[in-house]
């Protein structure tokens, strides 16, 4: 949206007042039609008749009378047209004259030009992009991690397929005949799913739902959120296997062995693997004495 720059004493103006009500109605929508399109003052002369209605207005024909009935003057009137209007502004000096059409006078002396509205808008643009951008990246953070901590408190129950009964309440059920399923086992692990998802602005279904939840009981709640973190950074955490494989190898990464030292060859020195042992497997002085044929 672009804004028309008007002194407040534009109604005074002189000029205003040549032209009246109609050229000062017509002027200003004349300039609000270039801010909006960004033309720079131009308006097209077929774009005139469309910026203001001037259907049943109508004016007396100065000095031209129809006669005088019974002692009454009775003056001639006529329908207001856009050519009128627009003839008393060019007369005024509000409107000039130019190739298909006509310019509002000085627009471009109160109001930017289109390029520097156009280069505003891509600054403003791009500062809000990279605002949401910056802000999404810390809502994932911060929503699974909330999710996770405050899971069994905030969470809304998942109403997962097999509901878990205790030994006391089968008992119970056995003697009076009533059924009490207990809370979802699973409510912290689908707390993070869920919080991982709202904070992505994703819809989660069912299937994807079970879908990370059989990822995570096979590596755990730790390394899926690490796989849902990977995959957030390579935009693909909208999709339940990538996060699977991502989470399967944060899991193999964590629980490798240490690297080992590799065995010495033929019973002689060890693979050299350190830039010290390189340079020391390698030094001229091994060497000494050893003839090559």
């Not at 203001?52 to 003057?73: C, M």
């Not at 878990?164 to 409510?187: F, H, M, R, Y």
Request: net charge negative; proline share 6%.
């Amino acid at each position: 949206m672009t804004w028309v720059r008007v002194d407040d004493q534009y109604p005074d103006h002189p000029k205003i007042a040549l032209v009246g009500p109609l050229g000062l109605a017509l002027h200003m929508a004349a300039a609000c039609y270039a801010a909006r399109y960004l033309t720079d003052g131009f308006v097209p002369r077929a774009q005139i008749r469309k910026l203001i209605n001037l259907d049943g207005i109508f004016r007396e024909s100065n000095g031209v009378s129809n006669g005088v009935s019974n002692g009454v003057s009775n003056a001639v009137s006529h329908a207001v047209s856009h050519e009128e209007v627009t003839a008393e502004l060019v007369a005024a000096g509000l409107f000039d004259v130019v190739d298909g059409g006509f310019q509002v006078h000085d627009y471009l002396d109160y109001n930017p030009n289109a390029q520097q509205v156009k280069a505003e808008r891509k600054e403003s643009a791009d500062r809000q992009a990279a605002w949401r951008q910056k802000n999404k990246r810390n809502a994932v953070s911060n929503a699974v991690t909330n999710a996770v901590t405050n899971g069994l408190v905030t969470a809304a129950p998942y109403p997962y397929p097999f509901p878990i009964k205790k030994e006391e309440e089968e008992e119970e059920e056995e003697e009076d005949g009533q059924s009490n399923a207990v809370t979802n086992p699973l409510e912290a692990e689908c707390a993070a799913i869920r919080g991982a998802y709202d904070a992505a602005g994703i819809m989660l279904s069912k299937t994807h739902m079970d879908a990370h939840l059989e990822t995570i009981s096979r590596v755990g709640l730790k390394y899926w959120l690490s796989g849902w973190q990977a995959a957030v950074e390579a935009g693909k955490h909208n999709k339940p296997a990538y996060v699977a494989r991502c989470a399967e190898s944060a899991k193999l990464e964590a629980e490798a062995p240490p690297r080992q030292r590799q065995p010495a060859r033929n019973g002689r020195d060890p693979v050299p693997t350190t830039r010290e042992e390189l340079k020391a497997y390698y030094a001229p002085e091994k060497y000494e004495g050893i003839v090559l044929t």
